[in-house]
């Protein structure tokens, strides 16, 4: 599903009292949707939470999404979760920010990673 679906769809179970949490790698999207809670995970689409064959970190991710759940308070807040895909090698960005396509960022801009 696309961010934005989700993000829709999580207001609206809100709305019903179910409380939920996003997990995006769109943060563009994320913010313009503002599901009423999620974690930004810098990886590529579709791997929120993490790469293939890495049970562990797999894990880490889902329990640190399931402590925002906990802890965020405001209404729209993202929390951007500590994790690199590669800490050698950030070339996947330029296949997934494509220029024109989302605005420019650094990892600096989100989390403080560099």
């Known amino acids: 599903m696309c961010h934005q679906s989700v993000g829709l769809i999580a ?37 929120q939470t993490g790469k293939p064959h890495q049970p562990e970190l797999q894990r880490s991710i889902v329990r640190d999404a399931l402590r925002a759940l906990e802890t965020i308070t405001t209404p729209g807040e993202i929390v951007t979760l500590p994790y690199v895909w590669d ?14 396509y989302l605005e420019p960022y650094v990892r600096a ?6």
Do not use: C
């Not at 179910?18 to 974690?39: E, G, N």
């Not at 800490?87 to 024109?100: H, L």
């Not at 801009?109 to 560099?114: A, E, N, P, R, V």
């Open 87 to 100: 800490e050698k090698d950030d070339s996947w960005e330029d296949g997934e920010y494509r220029i024109g």
């Open 109 to 114: 801009d989100i989390g403080g990673l560099s």
């Open 11 to 47: 207001r609206a179970v809100e709305a019903a009292g179910i409380p939920t949490i996003s997990m995006t790698s769109a943060l563009d999207i994320t913010q313009a949707v503002k599901p009423p809670r999620s974690v930004f995970v810098n990886f590529p689409l579709g791997h």
